[in-house]
């Protein structure tokens, strides 16, 4: 199965590319059916992973928009402050997932995939390095996974029982004040379970190298996070 990474669904708020792909409206089934199909008939399935980059967007510089995200702290050092959403702006993300889920599942892709690490905005409401609401979507670690945990639901609704959802995160995020793994394991018991797969990955933006894996890693350097997590 191979992956088509980092598809946005909210356009502008959620882009983080001045390149990259969208399935945030129809027209851009006929591309994707395309791209589909010939994967196909390789013999390949395929995957799309949509996501929101919340803090890490790069619309300040595109069109003038402040980025969003759980807290206004900066999804890197020295990036843009974003605002915190509003619960009414969180609950329209939410139907912007479950409406990118079903084109996805109507333009032909085999899985759909939630980034839900690497610091971008599912990420910056489960970790504790970002998220410092006091409301339902702060504090405690249900609070905390409730924003994914709604988008897997809402996700779930919208392709029906019988189609894959993976859900990427960042296990092990390696900074002080953000999710360990033991953790992550405690937010997957909230947020885990409307999910097919689990896609095991590591590191935020301020240890990019545990998220790319920097060359001198050994292979499958993380594995016992996976390990650990199934
Ligand atoms: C330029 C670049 C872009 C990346 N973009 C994404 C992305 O959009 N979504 C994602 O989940 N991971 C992304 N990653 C992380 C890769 O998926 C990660 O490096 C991969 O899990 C490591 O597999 P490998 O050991 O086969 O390279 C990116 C990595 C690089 C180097």
């Known amino acids: ?7 946005c ?8 590319g001045t390149t990259q792909l969208r399935i945030d409206n129809d027209q851009y089934l006929p591309g994707l059916w395309k791209f589909n199909e010939r994967m196909h008939a390789y013999g390949a399935c395929t995957s799309v992973q949509i996501n929101h980059a919340g803090a890490s967007a790069t619309n300040l510089r595109l069109n003038g928009l402040q980025p ?9 050092m020295g990036t843009n ?13 939410i139907v912007k997932y479950a409406e990118a889920a079903d084109r996805a599942k109507r333009a032909g892709f085999d899985c759909v995939e939630i980034h839900a690490g690497h610091s971008y905005l599912l990420d910056q409401f489960l970790s504790p390095h970002y998220n410092h609401r006091t409301d339902q979507y702060g504090g405690s670690v249900e609070n905390r996974a409730r924003f994914a945990k709604k988008v897997l639901q809402a996700v779930r609704q919208a392709v029906g029982p019988r189609f894959p959802i ?4 960042s296990a092990d995020e390696f900074v002080d004040d953000g999710n360990s793994l033991t953790d992550t394991l405690n ?4 947020f885990g379970e409307p999910a097919d797969i689990f896609n095991v990955s590591a ?8 998220q790319i894996d920097k060359m001198s890693l050994s ?12």
């Open 166 to 169: 993976s859900v990427r995160f």
């Open 1 to 7: 199965m191979i992956t088509l990474e980092n598809v």
């Open 81 to 93: 402050c974003p605002r915190p959403l509003t619960v009414p702006e969180i609950n329209q993300i």
């Open 203 to 210: 590191g935020i933006n301020d240890n990019l190298q545990y």
């Open 9 to 16: 669904f909210d356009y502008p708020l959620g882009t983080n």
């Open 68 to 76: 969003v995200s759980a807290s206004n702290i900066p999804s890197k």
């Open 187 to 190: 937010l997957l018991q909230y």
């Open 219 to 230: 292979d499958g350097w993380r594995s016992y996070q996976a390990a650990a997590v199934k």
